[in-house]
T-cell receptor, first 118, second 110 residues
Framework: DGGITQSPKYLFRKEGQNVTLSCEQNLNHDAMYWYRQDPGQGLRLIYYSQIVNDFQKGDIAEGYSVSREKKESFPLTVTSAQKNPTAFYLC?????????????????FGSGTRLTVV | GEDVEQSLFLSVREGDSSVINCTYTDSSSTYLYWYKQEPGAGLQLLTYNFSNMDMKQDQRLTVLLNKKDKHLSLRIADTQTGDSAIYFCADRSNDYKLSFGAGTTVTVRA
């Protein structure tokens, strides 16, 4: 079955460490997104990519980095510059505007990674 | 999309109907969505509307759109304990990115 997979489900980071969250999709979607979710604050966009080898900053990109070397993969690195990284991170994908069929079913989400600083 | 607003909490008795409301500001919104998030999980697409559709029904779910007032609602009939979750409204405008509301936490009480 096609889907989007995030790993690991739980991740612990020590102060000053960089950590990388994995996101892989086999839906043949062009666009991929990373969101951060904190209690009571909804979803905030970190980075997004609409095509391979290209990505743009979202609303809260500081302290994060991404790469998009393959269509299927969009890993997120939480760097030591991110001062408050404890949160639930969600990855999503969607068809791009260029390739979208007339009916678009929105984003498909992964099951999330919970990152905790210890 | 720009701003999407929802109330944060809704408490409903089991068996009653739930109505979750959403307003959006971007008049160019082309698609509108409702997502459900259960604890510790990702978001699951419940339903979508084109911005020119007034009503859509799917089993216990009914979506009503008032395009003039930019108001979208999700009605859940015969609410069950499994409906306890956070419900997100989202709109998509011409740039193909979704804008999400803050989410409405629905609590179903016995």
């Amino acid at each position: 079955d096609g889907g989007i997979t995030q790993s690991p489900k739980y991740l612990f980071r020590k102060e000053g460490q960089n950590v990388t969250l994995s996101c892989e999709q086999n839906l043949n979607h062009d666009a991929m997104y990373w969101y951060r979710q904190d209690p009571g604050q909804g979803l905030r966009l970190i980075y997004y990519s609409q095509i391979v080898n290209d990505f743009q900053k979202g609303d809260i990109a500081e302290g994060y980095s991404v790469s998009r070397e393959k269509k299927e993969s969009f890993p997120l690195t939480v760097t030591s510059a991110q001062k408050n990284p404890t949160a639930f991170y969600l990855c999503a994908s969607s068809p791009s505007g260029v390739t979208t069929a007339p009916r678009n079913y929105g984003y498909t989400f992964g099951s999330g990674t919970r990152l905790t600083v210890v | 999309g720009e701003d999407v607003e929802q109330s944060l909490f809704l408490s409903v008795r089991e068996g009653d109907s739930s109505v979750i409301n959403c307003t959006y500001t971007d008049s160019s919104s082309t698609y509108l969505y409702w997502y459900k998030q259960e604890p510790g999980a990702g978001l699951q697409l419940l339903t979508y509307n084109f911005s020119n559709m007034d009503m859509k029904q799917d089993q216990r779910l009914t979506v009503l759109l008032n395009k003039k007032d930019k108001h979208l609602s999700l009605r859940i009939a015969d609410t069950q304990t499994g409906d306890s979750a956070i419900y997100f409204c989202a709109d998509r405008s011409n740039d193909y990115k979704l804008s999400f509301g803050a989410g409405t936490t629905v609590t179903v009480r016995a």
